[in-house]
């Protein structure tokens, strides 16, 4: 079994319940000094305190079995407002909010995410009229094969 197999499932055994789930793990570095970087999310978010629970029981268990031999950094965080959608489930969790979908051809849909079905999404895509400011709302469904990105607007207003 390859390292990244046997750390997801260290991590999975030790998420504190149904809600949370794996986004990534990447590790980075020599075998000198590896970072190994698991990315968390939940339904209703993740906080700091449960990333510091996971980070605990996992670096405990790697020590414990002896996974890792060599000088290593383990950074259990949640995604970034910055990261990009990768689950499905992440969608989900999403709905209601502003996304910009960048697709296969490289052009960017911005809109509201109303829908998420097991092969597409749907949202309230704005669409900009030529010569003017108006911007148009019509409904857009988007198939998660040509999504290329799709990452979540932050509103300060």
């Keep these: ?3 990244e197999e046997k750390l997801l499932a260290i ?3 030790h998420l504190p319940g149904d ?3 794996i986004v990534d793990l990447i590790i980075t570095g020599n075998s000198g000094r590896q970072k190994i970087s698991i990315i968390v999310d939940g339904d209703k978010g993740v906080d700091i305190d ?3 629970l996971i980070s605990r ?3 405990d268990e790697i020590e414990e079995g002896n996974i890792i031999s060599a000088a290593y950094v383990l950074e259990v965080s949640s995604p970034g407002i ?3 959608l990768k689950l499905k489930r992440q969608y989900y969790k999403n709905i209601g909010r502003k996304i910009s979908v960048t697709i296969e051809d490289g052009s960017q849909i911005n809109g509201l995410l109303k829908e998420v079905s097991d092969d597409s999404i749907i949202l ?3 669409k900009k009229e030529k010569g003017s400011k108006k911007v148009t709302i019509e409904s857009r469904q988007i198939a998660f094969t040509d999504i290329r990105k799709t990452n979540v607007l932050v509103s300060f207003k």
Excluded: N, R, S, Y
Aim: proline share 5%; with cysteine; net charge negative.
């Design 19 to 21: 809600d949370l789930f």
């Design 11 to 13: 991590v999975e055994k």
């Design 124 to 126: 309230d895509a704005e």
């Design 82 to 84: 910055d990261q990009p």
């Design 1 to 3: 079994m390859k390292i």
């Design 57 to 59: 029981k996992v670096g």
């Design 50 to 52: 449960t990333c510091a």
